[in-house]
């Protein structure tokens, strides 16, 4: 099982970026989904999660301006972040429950991370 994160890049404070996580591999399902960033010099935090029926959860600092969502037949999560500022600036990774049979536990997998800039 392998999570391919994309969509990092540079942008201005109040810019908007998406990124995107696809899984892929020998997959039976997928639990909750969700996006977690680690800053430099500071520990990784939850950004935001979306479980199977979407139901979702934000950090604090990031409601009202990030949007998650999810599209179970491609095994892709999505974050949507508008109203971008220089705090956001952090390595973002994708995590996903994942079932690889239907009678074993979800196990976490995590993406390799995608870089998020935000800079004047």
């Known amino acids: 099982v392998q999570l391919q994160a994309s969509g990092g890049g540079l942008v201005q404070p109040g810019g908007s970026l998406r990124v995107s996580c696809a899984a892929s591999?020998?997959?039976?399902?997928?639990?909750?989904m969700g996006w977690y960033r680690q800053a430099p010099g500071k520990q990784r935090e939850l950004v935001a999660t979306?479980?199977?029926?979407?139901?979702?959860n934000y950090a604090d600092s990031v409601k009202d301006r990030f949007t998650i969502s999810r599209v179970n037949v491609a095994n892709t999560v999505y974050l949507q972040m508008n109203n971008l500022q220089l705090e956001d600036t952090a390595i973002y990774y994708c995590?996903?429950?994942?079932?690889?049979?239907?009678?074993?536990?979800?196990?976490?997998?995590w993406g390799r991370g995608t870089l998020v800039t935000v800079s004047s």
């Open positions: 995590n996903a429950n994942i079932r690889t049979r239907s009678w074993t536990p979800a196990v976490a997998y």
């Open positions: 591999g020998s997959i039976f399902s997928i639990d909750a």
């Open positions: 979306v479980s199977k029926v979407g139901s979702t």
